[in-house]
């Protein structure tokens, strides 16, 4: 009777841990929170306390005040900042329940393919201290392909290259079961340093991650553009020589030349992937193409040139964003014959 009546407050939960947002999905009701993964701390005196988390925390990225530090609390897709990460599940926890009394949901989770048992065991723990009674992973390519609507359980082979902030990872699945699999570190965030990275040394300019991200997001491209200069953007940041606020006019193939190496980096990932897939798989890949996810899958031009350096054809998810919480939300709502895909551990 009691469990019954405890069973009725619980809110079980799928998350998408990632560098860049965290989604929560809840059976019945679809994605209920789709925010930034940072947490604003004021440190005083040795104590810390947590400010803001989500979009609030974002904003002050980068403008904070000497005792406010806005924390990223996951690099390259894994637990960096262990208590925060804590604090962070534990308030979206708190906020999807949105009551004052907390339950204990079981969590479905996800993790990088490449990530290491301990990696995995913190992130398993950080639900864990933050209330869950059960948690369980899966690994990110199987929920993103689950979430793109690939046939996973079949005995035909699919391939998914799910572009984050932090890992690209690309992923080959057939009978339940990820074949093969492989995480670079490159993402958004390798895009966004790269393109800061440019402009100091191009333009004598400092900009912050948050400018660089809205740079790439609006005039980034993988390709060339036909007319070798493509849009143009006026970006604010600090000259390096006078040290004053300045305005700048730049261009799209500036961008593209900004972005070519970690674009050519997630290419090769990609094409690694491809020649290590048993041949089998390979026929059906030829027929099937590639499936991009991930906010990196939104990347002008991408689909654009991987059509053209590996000949197949590529696909952008419906809800590229949202493909990994969609698909570990499902592997919840339909545990009978999903559960299989879960990690043992
Ligand atoms: N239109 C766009 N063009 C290029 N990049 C984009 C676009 N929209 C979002 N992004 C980038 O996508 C990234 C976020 O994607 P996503 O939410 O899939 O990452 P994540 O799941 O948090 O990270 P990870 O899976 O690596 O842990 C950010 O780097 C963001 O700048
Ligand atoms: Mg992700």
């Known amino acids: 009777m009691l469990g019954k009546l405890l069973s009725a407050f619980s809110v079980d939960m799928a998350i998408d841990l990632g560098t860049a947002n965290t989604l929560v999905y809840v059976p019945g009701r679809g994605i209920v929170l789709d925010e930034p993964s940072v947490v604003a701390i004021k440190q005083n005196e040795g104590t810390n306390k947590v400010l803001a988390v989500g979009l609030e925390a974002k904003q002050m990225i980068g403008r904070t005040p000497a005792n406010i530090v806005a924390i990223r609390p996951l690099r390259d897709g894994v637990i960096a900042d262990f208590d925060v990460a804590e604090e962070m599940i534990k308030y979206f926890i708190t906020k999807v329940h949105n009551r004052k009394f907390f339950t204990s949901p079981r969590i479905v989770i996800c993790v990088p393919y490449g990530s290491t048992p301990v990696e995995r065991r913190a992130i398993k723990d950080a639900a864990l201290s933050a209330g869950a009674s059960q948690v369980w992973l899966v690994e990110e ?12 359980t079949e005995a035909t082979g699919s391939m998914i290259v799910d572009i984050g902030g932090g890992t690209t990872e690309v992923g080959v699945i057939s009978l339940g079961g990820v074949v ?19 402009i100091r ?23 060339m553009p036909d007319d070798g200069e493509g849009k143009s953007m006026e970006i604010k940041g600090r000259d390096m020589v006078q040290g004053v606020p300045k305005y700048k006019a730049i261009t799209q193939a500036e961008i593209f030349e900004a972005l070519s190496e970690p674009v050519n980096q997630i ?41 053209k350096t590996t000949g197949l054809p590529i696909t952008i998810a419906e809800n590229s964003l949202l493909c990994v919480a969609l698909g570990s939300g499902k592997i919840l709502e339909e545990m009978s014959s999903l559960g299989s895909v879960l990690c043992d551990n």
């Open 201 to 223: 040394r191009k333009h004598n300019l400092m900009i912050g991650e948050a400018t660089a991200e809205k740079i790439k997001i609006e005039i980034g491209s993988a390709v």
């Open 267 to 307: 290419v090769q990932g990609i094409k690694i992937g491809l020649e290590r897939t048993p041949p089998e798989l390979s026929a059906d890949i030829v027929d099937r193409g590639i499936v991009l996810s991930g906010g990196g899958a939104n990347l002008q031009g991408l689909d654009t040139l991987l059509r």
């Open 180 to 198: 093969y699999s492989t995480s670079i570190r490159v993402g958004g965030d390798k895009l966004d340093e790269s393109i800061v990275n440019y």
């Open 141 to 152: 390519p199987m929920a993103a392909s689950i979430g793109a609507g690939l046939p996973v």
